[in-house]
């Protein structure tokens, strides 16, 4: 309902539209406040980014206004949104967490692992993953990946994922057709957007359900 809500202020011409052609500054900052939350805090996943910045690239389009300090802005909420979720995942409550066994040390092994192998591609291109985005540098923190390394790709992905939705929706919401269409088109961003992850769940429930089929055939 909350999400819902959400995306129809925000495709609406008395929501953010309106807000963003009166006072662009304020609805800047609450489209970077809302993307703070999404990266920086590890329980707010389920804040769709995305959508958010398509849709206000959209309207600053609408409205004749240059997206550039817009993205500037974004931008470093995301990094800065990262950066705090990542310094989460180091700190004492990270470690706690590690120690009560939430995590399994067994998991907390192999995330590792993977952290120290692709951890650099999965902060920078998880971005573009709802709650991998959110969930990427909380472990980054956890596992320990180096600081710098992780600055380096946190500060690229957050630069080119704000940069392209915004750019995208500014140049397309310029378009009649896009434009009335904006509220299906929002919708159809955070879809794209989720649908790796969906195809990533369907081939490990396929996997799994392999070895059962092939333990019944081997006992007929």
């Known amino acids: 309902m909350l999400f819902t809500s959400l995306l129809s202020w925000l495709s609406s011409e008395q929501g953010m539209m309106a807000l963003l052609a009166q006072n662009w500054l304020l609805g800047t900052g609450l489209i970077a406040m809302i993307v703070f939350l999404e990266t920086g805090v590890v329980v707010m996943p389920f804040l769709s980014g995305d959508s958010l910045l398509f849709a206000g690239g959209a309207f600053l389009g609408l409205a004749g206004i240059s997206p550039v300090l817009p993205m500037v802005l974004i931008a470093g909420a995301a990094i ?9 995942g180091r700190s004492a ?11 399994k040390p067994a998991h907390l092994a192999k995330t590792k692992v993977y952290f120290d192998r692709f951890g ?7 971005r573009f993953l709802p709650i991998v985005r959110t969930v990427s540098p909380f472990l980054a923190g956890l596992t320990g990946m180096c600081p710098r390394r992780f600055m380096l790709f946190n500060v690229l992905g957050g630069v080119v994922w704000c940069a392209s939705l915004v750019l995208a929706g500014y140049w397309l919401g310029q378009i009649s057709w896009v434009r009335d269409h904006l509220s299906s088109l929002t919708m159809g961003v955070v879809a794209v957007s ?9 081939i490990r429930r396929f996997k799994t359900k392999e070895p059962e089929h092939a333990g019944i055939a ?3």
Do not use: E, F, K
Request: avoid cysteine; aromatic fraction near 6%.
């Open 93 to 103: 409550l990270g470690q706690q967490i590690v120690r009560r066994g939430w995590i």
């Open 218 to 220: 081997g006992r007929r």
């Open 80 to 88: 800065a949104g990262d950066s705090a979720n990542y310094a989460i």
């Open 194 to 202: 989720l649908l790796p992850a969906g195809i990533h769940l369907l």
């Open 120 to 126: 650099g591609p999965t902060v920078s291109i998880g």
